[in-house]
């Protein structure tokens, strides 16, 4: 005769991080598609929990300490943007960075993805009450092929266990990997894109999502998407737009607007730090390219940005080009 056994109710220990929707010692998901600016977005989310800020209007608890484990690419790439974001360093690990993981390992020969997941959290051994952020959970450290409903249910049964275990909180990153053509024929769910989305969805605490601006939206409304669906309480979605920084800022209007307009300048300081740089009005002005080096290596910023910056300032009357290849304040 087999016997049921009941585990404890979730524990209370140490608070929701954003309570109501990211709840303490559950695995939850934040999910879009690749370069859409996933860990951009979670590392400005890291320094509102590092100084117990708001997020998406929502008031934050500090987690003990946050723990960053990379998986597809070295730390070393991610450092700078946790540096423009405000981050406060972090203990870290990188699947990539960690040349005792062989390519046997990585291709599922040697080890399967729970045990690669082992040893980064040896290598971490996150303390309870803390923030495990995993980018991203696939291919590495799934229990098998993301189209096997079975595997990524047990990959998220096995993160809902260690994070119910250790009394810490775990999002995962994962990328919208299948999107239909047409508009008609999109998905309702933005979660709906992933492969393997209804265990993944089915079997993690809070479901979170970034979708970029929406290219056949008439009028052109160029907002970034973040949404949440936690487990009970109300689905949310907030708009953003991206500073000429990279970084994301409230759009202006109510979460749910369709139509409000993106400032098409920096913030205020930024200008004026971009100014004092160029000297004053009426100084001979500096060569474009010296600018353009010692800017963006003092801002890390990259070139592209740089320009941006400059054809904002120009389309505003503040700066001037006295002669090709130099840039001044106007007078």
């Not at 524990?11 to 859409?36: K, N, T």
């Not at 990539?96 to 046997?104: A, C, L, N, P």
């Not at 920084?245 to 109510?254: C, E, I, K, R």
Request: charged share 20%; net charge positive; hydrophobic share 40%.
């Amino acid at each position: 005769m087999s016997t049921v056994t009941t585990s404890a109710p979730r524990s209370q220990a140490f608070p929701d991080l954003i309570p109501g929707v990211l709840l303490a010692g559950s695995a939850s998901l934040f999910a879009g598609a690749q370069r859409v600016g996933k860990t951009t977005m979670l590392a400005q989310w890291i320094a509102a929990w590092q100084t117990g800020g708001l997020i998406c209007g929502h008031q934050t608890n500090r987690p003990t300490e946050i723990c960053y484990l990379a998986a597809d690419r070295p730390f070393e790439l991610h450092q700078m943007l946790f540096a423009k974001a405000g981050c406060q360093p972090m203990r870290h690990y990188s699947l990539i960075d960690d040349r005792s993981v062989t390519i046997d390992h990585l291709i599922g020969r040697r080890m399967t993805g729970d045990q690669l997941l082992d040893i980064a959290l040896r290598a971490l051994n996150p303390m309870p009450g803390g923030l495990l952020i995993i980018d991203p959970l696939a291919p590495f450290y799934l229990m098998g092929s993301a189209l096997e409903s079975r595997a990524v249910a047990a990959t998220m049964v096995h993160l809902g266990r260690l994070a119910e275990a250790r009394q810490i909180t775990i999002i995962s990153l994962m990328h919208f990997v299948k999107q239909k053509g047409g508009k008609q024929e999109n998905y309702a769910r933005p979660m709906d894109r992933m492969s393997g989305s209804g265990s993944f969805a089915g079997f993690s605490a809070t479901q979170m999502w970034l979708l970029p601006p929406d290219p056949e939206a008439k009028p052109k409304q160029p907002y970034f998407t973040v949404g949440w669906n936690p487990p009970n309480g109300p689905e949310e979605e907030f708009l953003f737009a991206r500073d000429l920084w990279g970084l994301f800022q409230p759009a202006s209007g109510s979460p749910t607007s369709s139509g409000a307009p993106i400032p098409k300048t920096m913030n205020p300081p930024r200008i004026e730090e971009f100014l004092d740089f160029i000297g004053q009005s009426g100084d001979a002005g500096l060569k474009t390219t010296d600018a353009q080096g010692l800017f963006c290596a003092l801002h890390r910023i990259s070139r592209a940005t740089f320009f941006r910056v400059l054809q904002i300032l120009h389309s505003q009357g503040k700066i001037e080009y006295p002669k090709r290849g130099w840039v001044r304040r106007r007078k």
